[in-house]
């Protein structure tokens, strides 16, 4: 009657057992942090207190106030032997569907994917990581205030150390400089840098102030600007100027973006309310200093300016380019007196503005190095069939690589066969160069390997061509380290310390020598010193294949190395014994 009065109980006043199930969950959470909580009063009128507290703690007495169908189901529970019949035969137990779940709310862990952008090449990283997986740069690294001196693998911590080290030594080295020494001009307004893309896009645009402010830092820290180099002073170029290489329109459409405070001339060639200032400012710096070198009042000259120039063409801004900066200063250089002018592109894109505006000039030779891989690297210009027209062929020399990676050997290999003989040919007055330096190794563009020594060895050639009158204009270039160490040590040049250690023979990359070979067969019928050079690379040309096609025929006998070092080891020696009596017995393909 007992028990029976029991089961009543608990099915008639509303899960009173059930309370007490939930409460030994409570009791048994809450208990393991040491805290006691009143837990009210079930359902069938007792109270909690001390001695419900030490009935819901003691499992025995539980069992002992169960009637006899739940105290079977609550052992085997506690002992783990509880079955989904027993779940079912017993539902009203276990049912918890009557907790007040109103104010339940699953557990969202929302997890932020970190993302950031690297300061040196501005590829996008993801993750907690502090290096670029790209480029190798500290997410933190200094090279804003020290350039290319400052480490790439560590934090901007220790750049106090480094800075403090190089001012002990400039500081030594510029008590020994005269005012004659400051030869080198170096043009720069930080007006330039407010030129810049009002809303970020994917990532940061690669055309950015940072460029300028890494090599701007990198020659402070070397002691180099200001030190040991002139500053000339800026000025906006004059539209009477800028009407000499471009149409009226375009210059209209430049000036408009200053009253829009943000713009765009294609989509990745972008303006704010500063763009055409900045623009003015680095045409007018372009057209002062050839100006300033041709007449002798300082040697040579480097013009850090941006936006770029050597896309923008007669009516047209692009690829990062509004006003063409190298035909301003080309332009100005005659002006000042030059009668021939050479124009160096050595940018990883073709310069096709500046072949626009001069192919039918024979006073201007306009030379470019570039990827071109059959026009399907931007901007697609550029073949070595372009050569100038209506009279002025040949004051067009393209060099097109086939391919990306081009390194120093090819670039000083083009230089040495092509560039010097048709620029000593042509006799100029005056020497421009385009110089972007996102031919680079690790910038994120060009994807080519040339380093900063064969920039320097590409300027050292030039140096002496025209008497040291030699203009170096900022173009591209995108990984800040590759950019300042490759300008510092073309300034270096311009000052005089030398390239370095001089070069032994260099052999090109097959692609690099075939087109060499293609550009002086096209260009010999304009430059006739060529001719000569052309029949004795063709000789080596057919060495170099024949050396290939052997060196490629080894590796296609060469067996992989499981097959060399596995069972059948013996039946390879065998099989090279015979092959090589076989090739003794044949003639060679060098015989007479």
């Given amino acids: 009657m ?82 989904f019949q027993d779940i079912h035969d017993n539902r009203d137990f276990f049912d918890e569907d009557d907790e007040d779940d109103s104010d339940w709310e699953p557990v969202q862990k929302h997890v932020e994917l970190i993302k950031w952008f690297c300061v040196n090449c501005t590829m996008v990283n993801l993750g907690d ?15 804003l205030r020290l350039g290319c001196f400052a480490s790439p693998s560590s934090q901007d911590a220790g750049c106090s150390e480094v800075e403090s080290e190089m001012k002990g030594k400039n500081k030594e080295m510029h008590s020994q400089l005269s005012a004659s020494n400051s030869l080198t001009a170096i043009g720069f307004d930080e007006r330039m840098l407010l030129h810049s893309e009002v809303q970020m896009k994917s990532h940061p645009h690669p055309e950015r102030s940072d460029r300028l402010r890494a090599i701007a830092a990198s020659l402070a820290t070397a002691g180099l600007f200001p030190g040991r180099c002139y500053p000339i002073s800026a000025r906006e170029i004059t539209r009477e100027e800028l009407q ?47 100006s300033t070198i041709f007449s002798g009042r300082v040697k040579n000259g480097f013009a850090m300016v941006r936006p770029p120039g050597h896309h923008a063409g007669v009516r047209e801004a692009m690829g990062f380019c509004l006003h063409n ?48 891989e059959g026009g399907k690297f931007y901007p697609g210009t550029g073949s070595a069939n372009e050569v100038g027209r209506n009279g002025a062929e040949g004051s067009c020399v393209n060099i097109p690589w086939s391919r990306g990676g081009v390194g120093d050997n090819d670039y000083i290999f083009a230089f040495q066969n092509l560039v010097l003989p048709i620029a000593t040919e042509f006799a100029p007055d005056f020497t421009i160069i385009s110089a972007g330096f996102d031919a680079a190794r690790g910038d994120p563009l060009g994807c080519c390997d040339v380093t900063p020594a064969g920039y320097s060895r590409m300027t050292d050639m ?80 057919g060495a170099y294949c024949n050396t290939r096609k052997q060196i490629k025929k080894r590796q296609r006998t060469e067996p992989p190395i499981w097959w060399k070092w596995g069972r059948k080891r ?16 044949k003639p060679s393909l060098h015989s007479s």
């Fill in 462 to 541: 030039l140096y002496t061509l025209t008497g040291g009158k030699l203009l170096v204009i900022l173009e591209g270039g995108y990984n800040l380290r590759s950019i300042s160490s490759s300008a510092t040590s073309v300034i270096k040049v311009l000052l005089g310390e030398g390239p370095g250690s001089e070069l032994g023979n260099i052999a090109p990359s097959r692609a690099g020598l075939q087109t060499v070979l293609e550009v002086m067969k096209i260009q010999m019928n304009f430059w006739p010193s060529l001719g000569s050079s052309y029949a004795k690379l063709q000789s080596q040309w």
């Fill in 570 to 585: 013996l039946l390879y020696h065998i099989l090279v014994r015979r092959l090589h009596v076989k090739s003794r017995g």
């Fill in 244 to 290: 000499m290489v471009h149409s009226l329109e375009h210059i209209q459409d430049v000036e408009l973006t200053s009253h829009i405070f943000s713009s765009y001339f294609t989509p990745d060639t972008y303006a704010n309310e500063h763009s055409a200032c900045a623009a003015r400012l680095a045409a007018g710096l372009c057209a002062d200093l050839a």
């Fill in 325 to 372: 900066n190298a035909a301003v200063a080309a332009l100005a250089a005659q002006a000042a007196g030059a009668k021939k002018v050479l124009i160096v592109d050595w940018d990883v894109h073709h310069g096709n503005g500046t072949q626009e505006i001069f192919d039918q000039n024979k006073s201007v030779l306009y030379i470019s190095l570039h990827r071109h």
């Fill in 129 to 143: 990581g502090v290096i670029c997986d790209l480029c190798g740069e500290h997410k933190d690294s200094g090279i």
């Fill in 2 to 83: 007992g028990s029976e009065t029991i089961k009543t109980g608990r099915l008639a006043n509303g899960e009173a057992q059930k309370s007490v199930h939930k409460e030994r969950r409570g009791l048994s959470s809450n208990g393991m942090n040491g805290k006691h909580e009143n837990l009210g009063s079930n359902r069938a009128g007792t109270s909690s207190s001390g001695e419900d507290y030490d009935l819901m703690m003691n499992t025995g007495d539980v069992d002992g106030n169960l009637d006899g169908d739940v105290e079977p189901v609550f052992r085997k529970a506690r002992q783990g032997d509880l079955t």
